[in-house]
């Protein structure tokens, strides 16, 4: 970093900081000094976390309230970050849902804004700040992967495949980007105790969620991968075996496990 850059300080932006393992995620980047701009569309969780980053750890933390489901609001964001003359040294893609059921019956406009909010609003927030942190020769970027990304899931297929999109992608970026100073990491969690299950429709209690992880620990594990420019976080010890395994199975073998956990 510059002098000029390590007079201010940096700032870290956190989408789907209103819950889970963002809120999780924006406590630790406090905790480690980062400024924060908080986005989410839950304005009265993000106010609780600003006040509560604010007063715990001394940072500033601003509020963007967003619906990132809808078509440009990256530009929104993009031009107030500007506008305030900000400067976003950490992105953290975390915002996201799955949808549970099987396709031909679930609801179009769900399935469409899951894509919108956890591919494409991934990648034009990523479109919009890279550019910066490579000319400033600094910057990292955590974007929220799964361990789904590892196989097809039956009665839960867009969420298993935009996991696996943002997994390709952050990859991809991450070799890109290699020798500019600014890192893409990709963090794949197993189930984790947050508001996950029930906002995706799975019914408490569902099999997978039985020994979910902490948010806590999967966002430490996370922000120390993306501290130490790794690609790819697998956080956890099944959520390793999952991984790896999958390269062992046969694909077929895989999904139908995915099924059975998904119904
Ligand atoms: N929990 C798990 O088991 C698990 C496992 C692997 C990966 N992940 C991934 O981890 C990330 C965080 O999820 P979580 O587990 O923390 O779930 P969560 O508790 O449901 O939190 C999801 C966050 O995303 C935000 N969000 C959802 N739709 C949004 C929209 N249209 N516009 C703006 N923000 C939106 C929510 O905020 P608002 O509702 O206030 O907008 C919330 O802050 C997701 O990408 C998820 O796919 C989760």
């Not at 969780?45 to 509560?52: H, S, T, V």
Request: hydrophobic letters at 50%; one cysteine or more.
């Amino acid at each position: 970093m510059s002098e000029e850059m390590m007079a201010k300080r940096p700032t870290a932006m956190v989408t789907g900081a209103s819950g889970g393992l963002g809120a999780e995620i924006a406590r630790i980047l406090a905790q480690e000094g980062f400024d924060l701009l908080l986005v989410a569309r839950g304005e009265a969780k993000l106010q609780a976390l600003k006040e509560e980053l604010e007063t715990v750890y001394g940072v500033e933390a601003q509020t963007f309230p967003a619906d990132l489901a809808r078509e440009d609001v990256a530009l929104d964001i993009y031009d107030y970050v500007l506008g305030r003359g900000l400067r976003v040294d950490v992105l953290v893609n975390n915002a996201g849902f799955g949808d549970a059921g099987a396709f031909h019956q679930t609801d179009w406009k769900r399935e469409r804004d899951l894509v919108q909010v956890n591919i494409v609003a991934l990648m034009q927030l990523t479109h919009l700040f890279v550019p910066a942190m490579v000319e400033r020769g600094y910057g990292m970027v955590l974007n929220l992967s799964s361990v789904a990304a590892f196989s097809a899931g039956p009665f839960m297929s867009s969420y298993y495949a935009s996991k696996a999109y943002v997994l390709s992608f952050s990859e991809a970026l991450s070799e890109e980007l290699a020798g500019t100073g600014v890192t893409v990491t990709a963090l794949c969690p197993g189930p984790t105790a947050t508001g996950f299950e029930s906002a995706a429709a799975m019914g408490k209690g569902s099999t997978m969620f039985r020994h979910a992880a902490s948010a806590a620990d999967v966002a430490r594990d996370g922000v120390a991968a993306m501290l130490a420019g790794k690609a790819i976080c697998l956080q956890g010890a099944s959520t390793k075996v999952m991984a790896v395994g999958s390269r062992f199975v046969p694909r077929a073998f895989a999904r139908k496990l995915a099924m059975r956990m998904n119904r």
